[in-house]
């Protein structure tokens, strides 16, 4: 099946960020998100999905058990379960990337 953002499942969240379900089961989950600059992310974990975060465009900034990465265009993150994390945008331009979790990591947030 042909999937994009132009006919998925569309959600706002934090501070007038964009996501759409490019795959939405039990078992993997797999998201396009768009973070407008200056935008970020609450710090939080996971207790059973493992993520990962592959970006499109931009650079994103991840903090990692109060450690800083920062991850550009056509490079990935892999986030273990349980494992405190957050993403900002502190770049100019649009932040957009992907992020697959297995299993599905909906109801499985746990916020700091």
């Known amino acids: 099946m042909l999937t994009s953002i132009l006919n998925s499942e569309h959600y706002t969240w934090g501070n007038n960020c964009d996501g759409w379900h490019l795959l939405k089961s039990g078992n993997l989950s797999v998201i396009q998100e768009k973070m407008p600059p200056g935008t970020s992310e609450k710090t939080h974990f996971h207790t059973k999905s493992q993520q ?45 990337f992907l992020v697959i979790s297995e299993p599905a990591s909906h109801g499985d947030r746990q916020n700091i």
């Open 52 to 96: 990962i975060f592959y970006i499109l465009k931009g650079t994103a900034t991840f903090t990692l058990e109060e450690s800083n990465f920062e991850v550009k265009a056509n490079e990935s993150f892999h986030i273990k379960p349980g494992t405190t994390h957050s993403i900002a945008n502190n770049c100019l331009i649009d932040l957009e």
